[in-house]
């Protein structure tokens, strides 16, 4: 035997039991914080909601380390490295006893997850933290981060899109025009929590919207922080139409994926597009509440997604 055989590292292969306790727990994280993608997750079948919610609770955990405001940017920037490259010893077959880890490793090449893509999900958490001022007293800098909308696609493609990618991977398809379709269809997603999300966005010195957008309408990042919603609304009515033209890509994207995981992809667009129907059915007033879809009107959708399962 070779010396380079003899000390190669040991695969590791968790054993059946492992694996269902690490899924459970990836289950449980996804329905504590998954509040519209979970919904989708229930229509599937339970070897693709289980690599689904796997990958739920790695973003997930990169979520929770570049948001900790505790510690400093650069903490965070070395405990997301720290934490990708146990992801990649983990994915590599080394031995962890992380759940997550472990159910993600399965879920990865059960479905043949592109490495890259789950690089791509981690970095794009961490895209706010490269362009996040330094907070100088109590009150953020507002400043837009973006001058041109081609800028927020390339941002939304990053933390939404590339998620698009992999969920199409555990849902399957065969049709490569499923891809440029599913990166528009987050694109939707995103832009519509753009838009919902503006004044909390605001309050953290976050502003998504494009300068050359707000220019058009006679508007600054100021005015966002002190809004006059009749002012304000023109831009946030375009911003929905942009949406919308992106959630034509999600219509044609469902027929393109396999066809028991067709009805959760139904599930997740139905409840993004509602949400932002509501948006604009409240004339998109965003400040004066958070605006989402109640239990009873997403459960209303699951519904009608597990009768497409049954037809």
């Known amino acids: 035997m070779s010396t380079a055989v003899g000390n190669a590292p040991v695969q590791f292969s968790p054993t ?36 689904l919610s796997a990958v739920y609770a790695f973003m997930r955990r990169c979520d929770d380390i570049t948001d ?5 940017p650069d903490d965070r920037r070395n405990k997301l490295a720290e934490w990708l ?36 999900l981690a970095y794009g958490t961490a895209a706010d933290l490269d362009q996040d001022p330094p ?21 939304c493609y990053g933390v939404a899109s590339v998620v ?26 995103q832009l519509t ?12 010195g976050r502003v998504y919207l494009p300068v050359e957008d707000m220019t058009e309408f006679g508007l600054s990042a100021a005015d966002l922080a002190y809004p006059d919603l009749a002012r304000i609304r023109p831009l946030l009515a375009m911003e929905a139409d942009r949406a919308r033209e ?14 028991d995981s067709q009805p959760a992809l139904w599930v997740l667009i139905t409840i993004y ?15 004066s509440e958070r605006v989402q879809l109640t239990t009873r009107e997403k459960l209303s959708i699951l519904g009608k997604g597990f009768l497409r399962r049954m037809l």
């Open 16 to 51: 059946r039991s492992q694996l269902d306790v690490a899924y459970s727990v990836c289950r449980h994280i996804a329905r504590s914080a998954a509040k519209n993608f979970y919904y989708g997750f229930l229509v599937l079948p339970q070897r693709k909601r289980n690599a």
């Open 85 to 120: 490259d146990k992801v990649h010893r983990a994915l590599a077959s080394l031995p962890t006893d992380d759940p997550v880890l472990l159910a993600l490793a399965d879920a990865q090449r059960r479905y043949q997850i592109p490495l890259g893509l789950l690089d791509q």
């Open 246 to 259: 992106y959630y034509r890509a999600g219509e044609e994207l469902i027929p393109l994926v396999n066809e």
């Open 164 to 189: 698009g990618l992999v969920c199409i991977r555990i849902f399957g398809y065969r049709d490569p025009a499923a891809e440029p379709l599913a990166e528009r269809c987050g694109l939707a997603f």
């Open 193 to 204: 929590n753009i838009i919902r999300d503006i004044k909390e966005d605001v309050a953290m």
């Open 135 to 155: 907070q100088l007293g109590p009150y953020p800098p507002l400043v837009p981060r973006y001058q041109r909308f081609e800028e927020l696609r390339q941002y």
């Open 273 to 287: 597009r509602r949400l932002l129907e509501k948006i604009a059915l409240r004339q998109f007033d965003v400040f």
């Open 68 to 72: 900790d405001s505790t510690i400093s």
